[in-house]
């Protein structure tokens, strides 16, 4: 009888916060650049530089902190980790070992049985980014770029209670998306601003122990974790039912291969020997300090969820839509706003928008077109000044470019016709057309004026009010 295994995950998550200047030096953050563009001696490591603390940053942790529920550390301070690699400027990284800035607390999820579950949050502290090696294959050399020297991160260390990929992503994804209702950072993984490493065991299910694990680097989207997950999971188990030990090591994910291979044995701490920073002073928290960012927090998307359903009388499922992204969260009020229809706005945002964010492989936070935009065609739809089909002519000039509803309508002469004359004699001529669908309707199959109304419309290239074309069609069919 084989045995049974439960996999134990534990997460560190790295989050670029959306400063604009580095953590210790005024230098861009800006992703991209030429190479070693956004650099000073400060984030280059050059003798005698002396690191000055970002306060924003500090405001930016402390945000996510409160967000997560966590005990702020009222005195906290740097460490420098010491290790020597070519991206590593200044042969240590400044981070927080001893007191970091947030402890002890928890994002609650969904399970895949549609229970709850809170996942632990051990610490989140600050630190600063290592530059990045580009490898130039055809030299058989790399480079080293330090753009990315000295960028801010937050480091968020989960406890090890997630238990399955399904529940990891969960908590990513939750995890994402609060920090991007904070405004503290973009988290695009494709970019690098959020990286997950996952910290992985298993062991006999029922066992309290656990398993030696293992830690898996290289994941940059949602997928490779996932998949990185399961391939670990059982390489895991093979070792163990075949008798060998699972050595704890740091592992490198290809996600082309899917496959994982060792990088080097698992540092501890005191292979890095951390002492405390002797630049940096420590950070003073004070009360008052942490109210007034309490104070500037937004509505998070539980809280959103909540008040779209009571307020606006939304479905569930619009609302879980409309929060997923802050940017369609950010739309759908603004448009609300102005055109007090709720329900229009959100069918607008998630059928048309989102038709065609997947026909331009783009994401909610490419979308350029204004609340006011969209709010104007919903008035010009509902006035009757355009009939549905043209309005789904004119969204595509409003995604696209972002133009003045009222006044493309106007310019390309797209205002339904509710002249009842020339819809009259419109149908007429229809009619006279086609007499066999003129006849299957009064021989009893009505869906043959389903047919007529389209013809109608196709002679009136699509600007005719479509209920007085039935209506019409109704009475001259009638006779």
Not at 47 to 59: A, D, R
Not at 305 to 325: K, N, V, W
Request: proline share 4%; with cysteine.
């Amino acid at each position: 009888m084989s045995k049974e295994y439960e996999t134990v995950i534990g997460l560190e998550v790295h989050v670029e916060l959306a400063t604009k200047t580095k953590i210790f030096c005024s230098c861009s953050t800006a992703f991209g650049g030429a190479i070693n563009a956004h650099t000073c001696p400060v984030c280059t490591g050059m003798p005698g530089s002396l690191p000055v603390l970002n306060k924003q940053v500090v405001e930016y942790a402390m945000a996510v902190g409160l967000a997560t529920k966590c005990e702020i550390t009222r005195y906290c301070k740097f460490d420098r980790k010491n290790y020597f690699y070519p991206d590593n400027p200044q042969n240590y990284q400044i981070s927080q070992l001893y007191l970091p800035i947030c402890r002890n607390g928890g994002i609650e999820i969904e399970t895949e049985q549609g229970g709850k579950k809170t996942v632990g949050i051990h610490e989140i502290h600050m630190e600063e980014d290592a530059g990045k090696l580009v490898h130039d294959e055809d030299g058989d050399v790399s480079v080293v770029d330090f753009n990315r020297s000295g960028v801010p991160l937050i480091e968020i260390v989960s406890e090890p209670d997630m238990r399955s990929a399904e529940e990891v992503i969960a908590y990513l994804d939750k995890l994402r998306l609060m920090i991007q209702y904070l405004g503290a950072s973009d988290c695009k993984l494709q970019e690098g601003s959020m990286r997950a490493d996952v910290n992985l065991s298993v062991r006999e299910a029922g066992a309290k122990e656990f398993g030696t694990r293992t830690e898996m680097k290289n994941l940059n989207s949602f997928r490779a974790i996932a998949r990185a997950i399961e391939n670990e999971t059982n390489r895991q188990i093979d070792l163990i039912e075949s008798g060998e030990k699972v050595v704890q090591e740091t592992r490198r994910w290809d996600d082309g291969k899917a496959y994982s291979y060792a990088m080097r044995s698992k540092e501890d701490a005191q292979d890095y020997r951390y002492f405390p920073d002797p630049d940096l002073v420590p950070v003073s928290i004070s009360d008052e300090w942490i109210e007034s960012v309490r104070a500037k927090q937004p509505e998070l998307p539980t809280e959103k969820l909540a008040r779209y359903q009571s307020e606006y009388g939304l479905p569930e499922y619009d609302a879980q839509i409309l929060t997923g992204t802050k940017k369609f969260a950010d739309i759908f009020e603004a448009a609300t706003e102005i055109c007090k229809k709720p329900k229009k706005v959100s069918n607008w945002l998630m059928v048309e928008t989102i038709r065609l964010l997947k026909e331009n492989a783009m994401d909610a936070e490419d979308i350029r077109f204004s609340p006011v935009n969209l709010a104007k065609l919903i008035d010009l739809t509902d006035n009757g000044t355009v009939n549905s089909t043209v309005a789904k002519e004119v969204f595509e000039a409003v995604f696209k470019e972002d133009i003045d509803p009222e006044k493309y309508v106007e310019e390309k002469g797209l205002k339904t016709v509710n002249d009842a004359g020339a819809l009259r004699e419109t149908v007429e001529t229809v009619m006279k057309n086609n007499p066999k669908s003129v006849e299957d309707y009064k021989n009893g199959k009505e869906k043959a004026i389903g047919f007529l109304v389209g013809q109608a419309m196709k002679a009136m290239k699509g600007k005719a009010n479509p209920g007085m074309v039935n209506e019409i069609l109704k009475e001259l069919l009638s006779k």
